[in-house]
């Protein structure tokens, strides 16, 4: 076995395994009290969602007393607020490049302004040439893509981009002049604008309305852009999370992006595979990728929303079934927490002390610690 470079740790290890990483990657900043403790009670409202799915609840009437429960939602604002805007505004003063916020503004406009949108109608171009060819007789399907792409264009560079926040507790984005951002949260920070709803069963119509602080109905096909900013982890279970994405394709534009941001510290290959699900679940529902990047603390993933005839083509290209039920493509919306039945003991505590106890005894709770601990600007 090749010795160990000087510039690498041992991050952990026992008999049957050891990880390997750059120092410079894994030295972490001192973390206080307080920014451990609001990220223990931000794991404990997850982790206590999903015990209650895994003791047989069904999460309808886990969702709606979850909804209900005004205290914990509270607290959990608060503590994502805090965090948010005061230790992770912290770190990410130290290493701007593992900003999620920015990393979502740099790919939004890079995809309308930078030639993504431009590079993603020529793969369309290029996937029909070739359905074409291989199927002559369904020459008559062929759309007029290069017209289409000159329109988007044009309007894109008239107005500012429609970004829609769903769990925006604080709106982020408002803070960028490129951006007319429309934050939601089920519980709001209604000082930044954000207003109240809950995106599962929000209503989706020909006009968008609202009443003071919340959101009656959004109107069908009228984003530029949906960000989902570590909100799948948020939904205790695949199906929420499916129902999201097929929910936003519904809010975009023809040609308009979802933005997925995942908490993951560990290194790129380790959740592969629950990558690879997911992408085959957003193509499948209608998406194409765009961008996709590992950062040193969450998967960022771009998707284009695609018309009917494309997304057709696109599913048979890769090989997927076209026609597969729902409930298994759902299902590739996994999480390593789904399957963590020590979260259960978690989700009880109280005391932070004996919380840690449990997360350090467990290697994917101390990689939830990390990403919750160490993330950078929300």
Not at 240 to 261: D, F, M
Not at 362 to 372: A, G, M
Request: glycine fraction near 4%.
């Amino acid at each position: 076995m090749n010795e160990m470079n000087v510039n690498q740790i041992e991050l952990c290890s026992n008999k049957n395994e050891k990880i390997l990483c750059n120092k410079d990657e894994r030295q972490k900043p001192i973390i206080s009290d307080e920014h451990i403790r609001l990220a223990d009670s931000i794991k404990r409202v997850h982790a206590g969602l999903r015990q209650k799915l895994r003791a047989g609840e069904e999460f309808d009437q886990v969702w709606k007393e979850h909804l209900e429960n005004e205290d914990v939602l509270k607290n959990y604002s608060n503590a994502m607020k805090t965090l948010a805007t005061k230790h992770w505004k912290k770190l990410e003063s130290e290493n701007e490049d593992t900003s999620r916020i920015l990393w979502t503004k740099t790919k939004i406009l890079d995809y309308y302004f930078n030639g993504g949108l431009n590079n993603q109608i020529i793969r369309d171009t290029n996937r029909l040439k070739r359905h074409t060819e291989k199927y002559p007789e369904e020459i008559y399907l062929t759309k007029n893509v290069e017209e289409e792409k000159e329109t988007r264009f044009e309007e894109k560079d008239n107005g500012r981009i429609k970004l829609l926040d769903v769990g925006s507790c604080y709106n982020p984005f408002s803070q960028f002049r490129e951006f007319e951002v429309t934050g939601l949260d089920i519980a709001p920070s209604y000082e930044h604008g954000v207003y109240k709803a809950d995106f599962l069963t929000l209503n989706i119509s020909d006009t968008s309305e609202f009443c003071e602080r919340s959101v009656l109905s959004l109107s069908r096909n009228s984003f530029d852009a949906v960000v989902f900013s570590f909100l799948l982890e948020y939904l205790p279970s695949p199906a929420p999370r499916y129902e999201s994405c097929v929910k936003a394709r519904h809010l975009l534009k023809e040609n308009g992006i979802l933005v997925i941001l995942t908490p993951d510290s560990c290194h790129q290959q380790r959740n592969n595979s629950i990558i690879r699900g997911w992408k085959q679940a957003l193509l499948q529902i209608g998406y194409q990728q765009v961008y996709y990047e590992k950062k040193q603390h969450f998967h960022g993933l771009v998707f284009r929303k695609l018309d009917d005839f494309q997304h057709s083509l696109a599913v048979v290209e890769a090989g997927l079934d076209a026609h597969e039920e729902v409930d298994i493509i759902s299902a590739k919306f996994i999480i390593p927490q789904d399957s963590n039945t020590r979260e259960d003991s978690l989700a009880k505590k109280e005391d932070i002390s004996t919380c840690n106890s449990i997360i350090q005894s467990d290697k994917s709770e101390l990689r939830l610690e990390q990403d919750f601990h160490h993330l950078p600007d929300l």
